[in-house]
């Protein structure tokens, strides 16, 4: 689970006058993958832990011997930390969203 951002995905500045020979998805620096594409990972991985630790807990729960507690007491944890990561991001896209709004122009 991976929730670092790469400096290739960080925005770069343009000016004004360059945006016309730019796709929608190129503005602003951001290509394809960008911040969306880094956020839809970011989910995508929390969701497979998710669903790992889910698995991992029906296995201890029907006693198979291949599982051991152990391992599923962490895929449980890590889960939980991605899922806290994952809030406290939204938290403060919300708080950033709701500040830009209240700005008085």
Known sequence: MNLRLTPTTMPVAVRPNTLAGLSSNQVGG???????????????????????????????QLENPKVSLEETMVAIQKAQIGFQATLHVRNRMVQAYTDIMNMQV
């Not at 969701?47 to 296995?59: H, K, P, V």
């Open 30 to 60: 951001a290509t394809a993958g960008g911040f969306s594409g880094a956020l839809k990972s970011a989910l995508t991985s929390v969701s497979a832990a998710q669903n790992d630790a889910a698995r991992l807990q029906q296995e201890v």
